[in-house]
């Protein structure tokens, strides 16, 4: 069994740790660091829910080995809130739209969202139904999801023009964990 | 809404944030595979590569002495007969010496480990001697003489018959001025719940075995482990973590009495998750049907006679088929009133996987038939499919084939009619299209009944225990949230009654040490029955504290009333399937779809839904709408593309890439119109959602189809495969 040792920028922090070749980024952020809002549904890339935010792109992270992950930075649900617990807007539409039902593919669904709104500011409801195709939810139908998307870009777009606070999150604020 | 319904406030109705939406957006919610414990051991199960075989050993040494292992079992392992099942026991969690596999993924045997790692190395150190045995695959072939036996006590594989005779079947062929007759054919599907079965158990400094895992029924699981395992359900708390879907699936044993063994002879914390492809193998489905209906009808379009036969694959065991079957007949003329009826029905065991409740449980299947008939009577008679449905349909007054007389609450029309009358304002009129090119639009509407609550004769029942104190209250209460927000409507109902805001209102943990038993999370029954419990239980904390005015009680002693609320007593068939009261409730619902379909490869595209569905009232608005859009999309599912094959008894998709849930980019936008008939006795006049919104979509698609390229497809699902075939392209 080969181990490495890797580090890797999570939520803001670097955490270092040696890990087994076979290792998934899903199983070293569930496992090794606790973080359970990344969700476990099948393990092979089909379902999107441990999808995180991997060097500013939505990843699935049960395709990436732990290794692989070596010096990249990594942003999880758990990354997501501000500091004094603040939603972020998405999280915060998600809520108010009633995006979410069993829950198990919101914190999946939500980082997909962020990694769509980071890279297209408004996108049409096309396009995001294109971003979270690949984020499957069975509960809701996806309407309300679609909804709380287009919700949390215009809602992003007018607190960018008051002061641009929620651009700065997950790009290298540190977040403390337990 | 009349004056007979208490009016509380502005929370009933409202569009009120589910109480769990921070913590599930967050991700804080936890579900049972987010649980660890120090010391704790991985459980695994071996299962089944064989449909059928007996066992004739099983070598558990070599696991055993593998390092990292702790524990290796199997059933010879379990005190006798060590058996489950929700209807009654014939499933054994682990296989014994001298028993039999009955599906590819049935327990053989379990071990328990330090690491996943050793628990996997184990599994694959178990040395199971199989005799295979001759498959049973096809439910005509398994009632034949001399077929093989999945339960040698069960003769020609019928777990089940059901019989229903209603008015003079004869009579009504010899009224009928058309008779058309069909076969229709559903698959087994899975729910394909985004979380996978997980849970973990440990024992407790009393003694008792803890379990905390994502279920429908704890009060249930608790009685199946008990039973199983041969201890007393005093000694079995079981808690319920966030749950990740449900949809049916959860009614039945899972990981629980795997778990709580496990415990047991290891004293230590065991955890153990399902990958997602022992989810799909072992896991209880939705039952395959194939359905006979000959109807007859007037010129001017009233249904004069239905006669119905209904197979229904059971698959390995028993589960809750029996009730699924009856579910099936007491619902088999749909959301029509038909006056002479016959069904035979039987439930007929193969090996196949275990199927069970699933969102409708056996309204389903017959409904899709109905619907289906409907669309090809109208089309025969040259009639408006609406016309034909608005003279057939239930009302009140309307006499069932059950026997029962409707008294009121029945919105079959108010939801047909709030369809059509939406659809109309977005542009659809359901068959009026035979375009042509690349693209044909088509346009069909169904309907849905569903019963409400368990039915035929069960007493429907649940607890609630509220306690208050002047600015803030607890319910606690054992039903499940599976996602469909039951917690939010409690939260509702007892902060409305109580006059707070729902912020003061919290729920206890589903703990079975701490909450009266409330029934399952099923028969779209939690908002109806644990909704007037919750109701009743919240009035009588403020008549209390209103009594005790400037002397109510300080923090340390809140006032409190605990309820056990009866739903209206229903009864079961006689030997004709008559029965006054099968059910206390009834919930409808119609939908339009349009869409469009590629006549060159077959391929559908659904554009534009309208789903409006008779509610009775809606506790929470927001959440209603999301049951209606997500039983839509899972309807969809069912009608275009989902289908567990197998071939032999072997499963060919067993991963969510091979079945095919619908994402995204297949899912429509969907218009819900929500339809408030008030109930009789429902809480506050609201009826259930969950199951009904299912129903219309099958026999909408279809209709939907037929409007765009002329071709009936009577086999769920509606694939490119089979509609080209239908068009005589294949």
Not at chain 2, 6 to 16: A, E, F, H, T
Not at chain 2, 23 to 33: F, I, L, N, R, S
Not at chain 2, 351 to 373: D, H, I, L, Y
């Amino acid at each position: 069994m080969t181990l490495h040792a890797i580090s890797i920028k999570v939520n803001g922090q670097f955490r270092a740790a040696t890990v087994t070749s076979q290792m998934t980024l899903l199983q070293f952020l569930r496992e090794i660091l606790r973080l359970t809002g990344v969700k476990d549904g099948c393990a092979e890339g089909d379902c999107g829910a441990c999808t995180v935010i991997f060097n500013g792109r939505a990843v699935k992270s049960c395709l990436v080995l732990a290794a692989q992950a070596d010096g990249a930075e990594v942003l999880t649900i758990e990354g997501l809130n501000g500091p004094d617990g603040e939603l972020h807007p998405i999280q915060k539409a998600f809520m108010e739209m009633g995006a979410v039902q069993c829950g198990y593919c919101t914190p999946g669904m939500i980082m997909t969202a962020k990694a769509l709104l980071d890279a297209n500011p408004r996108p049409t409801r096309g396009e995001i139904r294109v971003a979270i195709s690949g984020n499957l939810c069975r509960c809701t139908g996806y309407s309300k999801i679609v909804s709380a998307i287009e919700l949390a870009a215009l809602r992003i777009a007018s607190l960018k023009a008051e002061d641009g606070s929620w651009e700065i999150l997950g790009k290298g604020k540190c977040i403390h964990h337990e | 809404m009349s004056s007979e319904y208490p009016q509380v406030n502005d929370l009933i109705g409202s569009r009120s944030i589910r109480i769990d939406a921070r913590e599930k957006v967050t991700g804080q919610a936890q579900y049972p595979a987010d649980l660890f414990m120090p010391g704790m051991l991985y459980g695994r199960v071996l299962r089944s590569p064989h449909p059928h075989a007996r066992i004739l050993s099983i070598d558990l040494s070599e696991a055993r002495a593998l390092p990292g292992v702790v524990a290796a079992l199997c059933g010879d392992d379990l005190p006798e007969p060590g058996l489950y099942g929700l209807n009654f026991p014939d499933q054994s969690p682990l296989a014994r010496t001298g028993g039999k596999v009955r599906y590819v993924g049935d327990g053989v045997a379990t071990v328990a480990a330090q690491t996943p790692q050793a628990a996997e190395a184990a599994l694959n150190l178990i040395r199971v001697e199989y005799e295979v045995l001759p498959v049973v695959s096809d439910m005509r072939a398994a009632q034949s003489p001399g077929a093989p036996l999945v339960h040698e006590n069960r003769p020609d594989n019928i777990l089940h018959k059901a019989e229903l005779h209603h008015g003079d079947i004869q009579a009504g062929f010899a009224g009928a001025d058309l008779i058309i007759e069909g076969t229709y054919v559903t698959p087994l599907v899975d729910h394909a719940v985004l979380q996978p079965e997980a849970g973990l158990a440990y024992i407790g400094d009393d003694g008792r075995v803890n379990l905390w895992v994502a279920t429908q029924w704890a009060d249930e699981d608790r009685r199946q482990i008990a039973e199983a395992l041969d201890i007393p359900k005093e000694r079995i708390r079981e808690v319920i973590t966030a749950i990740g879907g449900a949809f049916g699936r959860r009614e039945d044993i899972s990981v629980q009495i795997i778990l709580c063994f496990l415990a047991i002879k290891t004293g230590r914390p065991v955890k153990f998750v399902y990958s997602r492809t022992e989810s799909m193998l072992a896991s209880t489905k939705r039952h395959p049907f194939e359905m006979r209906y000959r109807t007859g009808a007037t010129r001017e379009g009233k249904l004069t006679a239905m006669e119905i036969e209904l197979l229904a694959n059971v698959g390995a065991y028993a589960s809750t088929s029996l009730v699924v079957l009856n579910t099936a007949v007491t619902l088999a003329t749909g959301a029509y009133e038909v006056p002479n009826v016959s069904v035979e029905a039987k439930a007929v065991h193969t090996n196949a996987s275990v199927t069970g409740a699933f969102r409708g449980f056996g309204s389903n299947q017959p409904n899709f038939s109905v619907e289906m008939v409907m669309s090809k009577l109208a089309d025969a008679l040259g009639m408006d499919p609406v016309e034909l449905r608005r003279r057939n349909i239930l009302r009140t007054g309307s006499e069932m084939h059950t026997g029962e007389v409707l008294k009121g609450g029945v919105g079959g029309i108010q939801s047909l009619e709030a369809a059509t009358a939406r659809a109309e304002e977005l542009g659809l009129r359901p068959g009026r299209h035979r375009s042509s090119g690349r693209r044909r639009i088509g346009v069909g509407l169904a309907c849905g009944c569903k019963n409400i609550g368990y039915s035929l004769g069960w007493d429907d029942h649940a607890g609630a225990i509220v306690e208050a104190w002047p600015d803030r209250a607890v319910v606690k209460i054992g039903a499940c949230d599976v996602g469909q927000g039951s917690n939010t409507v409690w939260a509702q109902i007892a902060a409305s009654t109580l006059k707070l805001p729902l912020g003061s209102v919290s729920i206890a943990r589903n703990d079975s040490d701490v909450v009266p038993d409330a029934g399952s999370s099923s028969a779209s029954r939690q908002t109806f029955v644990s909704g007037n419990a919750v109701l009743q239980a919240s009035l009588e904390v403020a008549e209390k504290l209103r009594a005790l005015g400037p002397n109510a009680p300080d923090s340390a002693f809140p006032v409190i009333a605990e309820v056990t609320y009866h739903a209206p007593k229903t009864f079961p068939f006689d030997s004709n399937g008559q029965t006054a009261r099968p059910s206390f409730g009834y919930g409808f619902g119609c939908q339009v779809v349009e869409l469009e379909v590629d006549p060159d490869t077959g391929d559908v595209r659904v554009l534009r839904v309208v789903a409006a569905h008779d509610v009775g009232r809606a506790i929470n608005m927001t959440n209603v709408e999301g049951q209606i859009e997500g039983g839509y999309l899972m309807s969809q599912g069912y009608s275009l593309t989902e289908d567990y094959p197998l071939k032999d008894g072997r499963p060919r998709a067993t991963t969510l890439a091979a079945y095919m849930v619908p994402t995204a980019l297949d899912a429509p936008e969907i218009v819900p119109v929500v339809v408030e008939e008030p109930d009789l006795h429902g809480p506050l006049g609201a009826k259930g959602v969950g199951e009904m919104t299912m129903l219309p979509t099958p026999g909408a698609i279809g209709a939907a189809i037929h409007d765009a390229v002329g071709v009936w497809i009577d086999e769920l699902p509606m694939s490119p495969e089979r509609i080209l075939r239908a068009m005589g392209k294949l």
